[in-house]
């Protein structure tokens, strides 16, 4: 058995959800990207966002599944903050008042706005099957 394999099998209900824990690296693994990139950047806070949920979801996988659904809950209330408000905003520089601004543009693209679809998507997902981690 690999390290990884012994790893994952620490985490609750893994074995019975493990698509729960793709979904839920995946969006953790994009914002720890964006983060890095904002940090290149001299904008910090994502980063660090990233960093203490990562931090919160380590100590509540040891702590108690409570915990660790507590922690999720919180990543998926921050993933639906977050598509939600790109997907209004893109909506509002499309239909109602163009922005002016060239990076809002580049941002809120349909390559942008997908992006933001699908972390909402991922965050309903996270949302309707961290139930069943026990």
Known sequence: MSILQQQMGKWPGYAAHPTTY????????????KGIQYAFL???????????IGVLLLRGRNASPKALRRTIRVWVVLLVLWGGFRVLMAVVDRFVQPFTENHLHEQLSWGGS???VLAVA?????????KRLT
């Open 22 to 33: 793709y979904v839920l690296g995946g969006s953790m693994g994009f914002f720890l990207y």
């Open 42 to 52: 001299g904008r910090l806070l994502p980063l660090a966002l990233v960093l203490v």
């Open 114 to 116: 997908l992006l933001s």
């Open 122 to 130: 991922a965050s309903i997902y996270l949302f309707r099957t961290v």
